[in-house]
Structure formats: structure tokens, C-alpha cells
């Protein structure tokens, strides 16, 4: 169930930041580029991101782990860069998918992402029985 809730996190996430055209991040929704075909494609990329967080990210944070001292965790921030943008590069190889033009607006994309992931993180948690 965790995973399910993340995944719509993250759809929703990328979608908000997709509607900042600032950005310059888009999603290329399913041919013919209706509603629904949008989100699934969101659905689709949000399931994508998260297994690439949960299981390249996880790594390269342990690995980065003395730079986030150093840093006092600002590499982070590069980390979820790379994330959102080795996500768009799986996606590139089809038709739709999600597309970053550039790799720092990608990074304000990435934080944007991390802060909407967090605040929901915080509304959805479950409840502790004590």
C-alpha cells in the first residue's frame, strides 16, 4: 500500500511541476493526449521515479554519505537532480514520458518535488498507537 500512495505522490509532485513552465519540465502524455492518457502517464513516471529513487538513490546515497557530511547535505539536492533526470532518460527511450531540458532547472524541479513529497509525507503518515 506504501508504494501505491508514493507512486500518486509522486505523479501528483511531477504534475505540479510540470504545470510551471519555467521549468521547462513536460510530460508527453500517451498518443491521443487525452486526460486519461495523461494520467497514466503521470501514474506511469511516478511509479518509474519512485522505483529509481528506491533503488539506484538508495545506493548512491550510501555511497555518498561522506559528502553529505561535508556538505552538510546540500549533495542531496544534486542526488534528486540526477534521480529526476535518469528518470527522464528511461522515458526518453518511448514516445511519452517525462522530459528535463536542463539539468539545474531540473534541480529546482527535483526540490520542488522533494518539498510537495515531504508535506504529503507528513499528511499521510500513519498514525502510531501508543
Keep these: 500500500m506504501g508504494f501505491l500512495i508514493r507512486v500518486v505522490v509522486n505523479a501528483f509532485a511531477i504534475w505540479v511541476v510540470t504545470l510551471i513552465t ?3 519540465v513536460t510530460i508527453i ?5 487525452e486526460t486519461l492518457q495523461l494520467v497514466i502517464t503521470l501514474l506511469v513516471v511516478g511509479a518509474i521515479f519512485a522505483l529509481v529513487n528506491t533503488l539506484i538513490g538508495t545506493v548512491i ?8 557530511i561535508l556538505t ?16 527522464a532518460w528511461i522515458t526518453s527511450f ?3 514520458g517525462l522530459r528535463v ?6 534541480l ?23
Design 22 to 24: 519555467a521549468l521547462q
Design 29 to 33: 502524455p500517451f498518443p491521443p493526449g
Design 61 to 68: 546515497k550510501v555511497l555518498a554519505f561522506p559528502l553529505y
Design 72 to 87: 552538510l547535505g546540500l549533495i542531496g539536492l544534486l542526488i534528486n537532480a540526477f534521480l529526476l533526470w535518469l528518470t
Design 94 to 96: 518511448w514516445s511519452w
Design 101 to 106: 531540458e536542463d539539468f539545474w532547472l531540473g
Design 108 to 130: 529546482v524541479a527535483a526540490i520542488l518535488i522533494s518539498l510537495i513529497n515531504w508535506v504529503f509525507g507528513i499528511i499521510l503518515r500513519p498514525k502510531r498507537d501508543d
